[in-house]
């Protein structure tokens, strides 16, 4: 799917996805990461440009103006693919799977967050309670 979040197929399932409606969202997402592949190489392209423009011994204000202005544009053509990807697989989807899609995906989110919460507080935890030196001898 070429970078495109795909929605994981137990997910489909669970919500009572057909075969059909899979394999329509597969082409969606598929087109869409082939659309994609490109901006993506050139926004890449786009930050190196700008890598190099802030190193130069004399930065040129108004080329980094220009070339942030080009790498707006590629962020909006990128945005704008998205999300006519996402209105394509929602219209797919009847009205009751997308509602029970967008509680599943709500579940997940907050069980990620949870598990993302957890891991911050124990880096936390180390570093304010640090192990104790192994002894000497």
């Known amino acids: 799917h070429g970078g495109m979040p795909m929605i994981p197929e137990r997910m ?3 919500v ?3 075969a059909e409606q899979k394999t329509k969202l597969r082409e969606i997402f598929k ?3 082939d659309d994609l592949r490109p901006l993506r190489e050139n926004g890449r392209a786009l930050h190196e440009q700008m890598g190099k423009l802030m190193a130069a011994p004399q930065v040129d204000a ?3 103006e220009a070339l942030r202005q080009k790498q707006l544009a590629a ?4 945005s704008k693919r998205m999300l006519r990807a996402m209105l394509d697989a929602q219209a797919v989807l009847t009205p009751e799977q997308r509602s029970k899609l967008a509680e599943r995906m709500a579940e997940r989110r907050d069980h990620m967050e949870h598990r ?3 891991r911050m507080e124990q880096r936390q935890d180390r570093h304010e309670h640090p192990m104790p ?3 000497k001898g």
């Open 133 to 135: 030196a192994a002894p």
């Open 116 to 118: 993302r919460d957890k």
């Open 75 to 78: 962020h909006d053509a990128s």
């Open 16 to 18: 009572g996805v057909s």
């Open 31 to 33: 087109a869409a990461g």
């Open 62 to 64: 108004a080329a980094a």
């Open 12 to 14: 489909l399932d669970a």
